[in-house]
């Protein structure tokens, strides 16, 4: 059960767990969320030795219940023993990269998550705005790094290619990226990122997130979000992989959450979206079964995962065009 020993949090060398809380589920984009479910579904996640948690100024008043939360559970813990991973450059309202801006929105986060230096900030959605405006705005966050604010300043979006070229362009600014996040690439559906890890290492990125091995909500029984960007032909196929996995006994969020996991030696970490205590749980017990070497052991789950991809096989590896997921 044991996911890091929350050791005090190293300044030179990021110590999280290999899995991470991910807080955009608050915003209650993907379901509905019960009042006392992020207060249960935190604190489950300490028991259980997560100690790093992502959110963003975008998604509603996430990081307002994750810093109450923290000021509940600072008797027990403090902000030592945990990791702060938030974003700047996209609010509700609009996309701001000034300089200004970022800077403004890094002591707004600090304020709303209680505490006075951030572990971790993207540049957030970079692939909606112009290659000048992140650079501006990662010289902000890397003077904000300097004046020890932020410990770590890195990018976030969608589109591989475009997270690449500006790693590229920090690395020859001679100002490399500490860290880049990457969403629904590494899940059952495409698993483009794992070719991408030593494009990423070749320039200096010591640190890659992989977030939402569902897919943003895709991989799961219930149906997708209404704003999903998946079109309907892949709704239809991740339909059939849900009844083929329920008829064999098996959950398709498990399954996608263990092939995802299969993946951790590439990593950093893996940002799962929690909702209650309950899913928390079950991603730990994925988890474990990593350790103990039991993912798709047993016959039934080698065969269910064979007869998935055989599904997805016409969607392997294909992405959702820019348009689709603004």
């Avoid at 897919?215 to 799961?220: N, Q």
Wanted: proline fraction near 4%; hydrophobic fraction near 35%; charge should be positive.
């Amino acid at each position: 059960m044991d996911l890091s020993k929350r050791e005090a949090v190293d300044q030179k060398r990021l110590q999280v767990s290999k899995i991470s809380f991910g807080a955009a589920v608050f915003s209650g984009w993907h379901n509905p969320i019960e009042k006392e479910w992020p207060l249960q579904a935190v604190t489950r996640a300490f028991e259980l030795g997560i100690n790093a948690f992502d959110t963003s100024p975008y998604y509603n008043n996430s990081e307002e219940i994750l810093g109450s939360i923290f000021k509940i559970l600072k008797p027990k813990y403090p902000r030592s023993t945990y990791y702060l991973f938030t974003k700047v450059g996209r609010y509700k309202e609009d996309f701001d990269y000034s300089p200004k801006r970022v800077r403004k929105s890094v002591e707004e986060s600090c304020n709303k998550l209680d505490t006075d230096y951030l572990d971790v900030v993207y540049c957030h959605d970079v692939e909606f705005v112009s290659e000048n405006d992140v650079k501006n705005a990662l010289m902000e966050l890397f003077e904000l790094k300097k004046m020890g604010k932020i410990k770590y300043v890195g990018i976030s979006g969608y589109p591989l290619d475009v997270l690449l070229k500006i790693s590229q362009i920090q690395y020859d600014n001679k100002q490399p990226l500490d860290i880049i996040l990457s969403y629904s690439h590494l899940c059952l559906h495409n698993t483009r990122l794992a070719s991408y890890f030593n494009k990423f290492r070749s320039l200096d990125v010591n640190h890659i997130i992989n977030a939402s091995p569902l897919s943003m909500g895709l991989l799961r029984e219930k149906s997708p979000p209404d704003w999903h960007p998946a079109p309907l032909e892949l709704r239809e196929a991740v339909n059939k992989a849900v009844k083929l996995a329920k008829n064999n006994g098996l959950n398709i969020s498990e399954l996608a959450i263990q092939f995802s996991f299969g993946f951790e030696k590439d990593l950093t970490s893996t940002v799962i979206g929690f909702s209650n205590a309950k899913e928390v749980e079950e991603s730990v017990r994925c988890w474990n079964k990593l350790r103990k070497k039991a993912c798709f052991s047993t016959e039934k789950e080698k065969m269910v995962l064979i007869e998935i991809k055989k599904i997805m096989e016409p969607w392997i590896n294909w992405s959702w065009s820019k348009n689709d997921y603004k």
